[in-house]
């Protein structure tokens, strides 16, 4: 009987990748908006600042406009859990899949995010202010129209590994350094971090720190809420943002740091690794916000357009004789 | 599941694949200044893809040719057309029949059918990447979209040159080794049309005090 467990339980892994981005999520997104701060010449909120206002959130009373029902409540909570359940599908900590990590696929894993989205902007549209509505149904929108691209990259994927489980493209990727260069998945990466970009509302789609209502599309779906469910929603918009992030490094550019092992030691330098990789990721995310100005919202389809092109370019180029 | 390209076969798909993408911007472009610079950065990548070419099949007189359309294509042709534009002084912003969401979908569909057309072709040799040649004839179709579906004279010019540019792609992953004077003669070629568009624009701006080309439905001046 040896004397510490020399590997940790697959359902041990599975449960630190959740804990990893319930509780890192709020770190990266600190990182990110003291960087922003920084690169205007600001100094920025502290890092830690995420986690104080979820502690200050979930202190504060709630309250419920009268015209909202328990939808306007429990949105936040389901498109919570969903935020819980994606972590347990894709590769987190991780390069072997782990016991639910075959539940479900890329699709799947995306269909739990939109059923998230949807009940944000459910919750956001049951509390009859006009602004939630107008944010809930332009999140509708645009989710329709970022959907196609969504697809297309997941076709790309699944022509490169011939599944479209995230596990597989992150183990083709490593495998050989021409495979990341190949013309295919350089488009599908590209196409997915545009989607990364319209989804998690930066820049060219959406300022995510303003107070503009107007120009507002996810923002504006939680104008309503208060205490706790505020709080949910903030902290599951940061873990929604980690989730992307973590799907584009460890899926399609840098599946690299990942525990091979169950061992200790693997698990606990890959938690690292991933929150260091994601505010680095998060980095480039700050310049693009600083480089470029927001799109006119009728604008946007034109971006999403551009993003459709690459994407269904990957495809095609795959078609065409193995790019 | 298909095989892995080799590098030289990826290298070339990939300049090939920004060549098709610099050819879509070019398209969406709402600025002719700015299809003009997109029109520079292609012969430079394509300029490149001749360097790269040279040196991992050692054919020296790629160099040259590499040299002369960098500085036939990159500093000479754009700086000709700026100069142009510079002294039309009006119409900056060039004029699309449909919207820019459509027209990347026509030019989307159209070098599909480029793609399948090239597939289905059956040409198959391992020195020859059939990525590339797929993408370049793309190019070529999304460079008649860009002649069509932009009234003005300066993106049809545009659209006449990135189509050489599509073409010389072809000709250097097909056939590298083709004689410097072909593809000197391409280039020549290309001079040639740079002239008469020259005259074109400078004489449609003259009478037309414009560069769109949706004056030009009257028989009679």
Redesign the interface.
């Known amino acids: 009987m040896p004397l510490g467990p020399s590997v940790v339980a697959p359902q041990g892994v599975q449960a630190l990748q959740d804990l990893t981005v319930l509780f890192g999520a709020p770190l990266v997104s600190g990182v990110i908006s003291h960087v922003e701060g920084r690169l205007q010449g600001r100094r920025g909120p502290r890092i830690l600042q995420p986690y104080y206002d979820l502690a200050k959130l979930f202190r504060k009373e709630t309250v419920a406009t009268e015209e909202s029902s328990w939808v306007f409540l429990a949105g936040p909570v389901v498109a919570f859990g969903c935020y819980l359940i994606v972590p347990l599908l894709i590769p987190v900590l991780t390069t072997y899949g782990l016991p639910l990590g075959y539940m479900g696929d890329i699709l799947g894993g995306g269909f739990i995010l939109a059923l998230a989205g949807f009940s944000v902007a459910l919750a956001g549209t049951e509390s009859g202010a006009p602004y939630a509505q107008l944010g809930g149904s332009r999140a509708m929108t645009f989710g329709a129209l970022i959907e196609p691209t969504i697809l297309f990259v997941v076709f790309a994927v699944a ?4 599944t479209d489980l995230p596990y597989a493209l992150a183990a083709t990727v490593r495998s ?1 350094s ?2 990341m ?3 295919g998945h ?2 599908a990466a590209i196409a997915f971090f545009l989607v990364v970009l319209v989804d998690t509302g930066r820049i060219p789609v959406e300022t995510h720190s303003g107070t503009l209502e107007f120009g507002m599309i996810d923002e504006a779906r939680t104008l309503e809420h208060s205490g706790a469910p505020l709080a949910l929603l903030k902290w599951g918009a940061a873990m929604k943002q980690l989730i992307l992030y973590t799907i584009l490094i460890n899926v399609f550019v840098a599946p690299w740091g990942l525990a091979a092992s169950g061992s200790p030691g693997a698990v606990a330098l890959a938690i690292p690794a991933l929150l260091g990789k994601a505010m680095a990721l998060g980095m480039i995310f700050a310049v693009i916000d600083n480089l470029f100005a927001k799109l006119r919202l009728f604008k946007i ?2 971006f999403i ?2 993003a ?3 994407a ?2 990957a495809v ?8 | 599941m298909h095989a892995v390209p080799s590098t030289y076969a990826g290298v070339a798909d990939v300049v090939a694949v920004l060549v098709l993408l610099t050819e879509f911007a070019m398209l969406r472009a709402p600025l002719l200044r700015s299809q003009v610079k997109l029109y520079a950065f292609q012969s430079l990548v394509v300029s490149g893809l001749a360097v790269y070419v040279a040196a991992s099949r050692h054919i020296n007189e790629l160099y040259a040719l590499a040299l002369l359309s960098f500085v036939l294509k990159v500093v000479l042709v754009p700086g000709l057309v700026l100069r142009l534009l510079r002294e039309a002084d009006v119409d900056l912003a060039g004029s699309s029949v449909l919207g820019v969401a459509s027209m990347i979908l026509i030019a989307l569909g159209v070098s599909a059918f480029g793609f399948f057309t090239v597939g289905s072709l059956q040409v198959h040799s391992i020195a020859l990447p059939t990525t590339a040649l797929a993408i370049a004839a793309a190019v070529v179709l999304v460079a008649f979209v860009l002649i069509i579906l932009r009234a003005d004279v300066v993106s049809q010019a545009i659209g006449f040159f990135s189509l050489e540019n599509g073409v010389s792609v072809a000709s250097l992953v097909v056939a590298a080794g083709l004689p410097l004077v072909v593809e000197v003669a391409f280039l020549f070629d290309l001079l040639v049309a740079v002239v008469v568009f020259g005259v074109i624009m400078r004489v449609h701006h003259g009478r037309t005090k414009s560069l769109s080309t949706e004056e030009l439905d009257r028989l009679k001046g």
Do not use: D, H, M, Q
């Not at chain 1, 022509?159 to 011939?162: A, D, E, N, Y």
């Not at chain 1, 095609?316 to 790019?323: H, M, P, R, T």
């Open positions: 022509l490169i590994t011939s050989s021409s495979e260069v190949r013309p350089v488009l389809t034109e357009a551009a459709f092109l690459i269904v370019l095609l180029v795959f078609y065409a004789g193995g790019g």
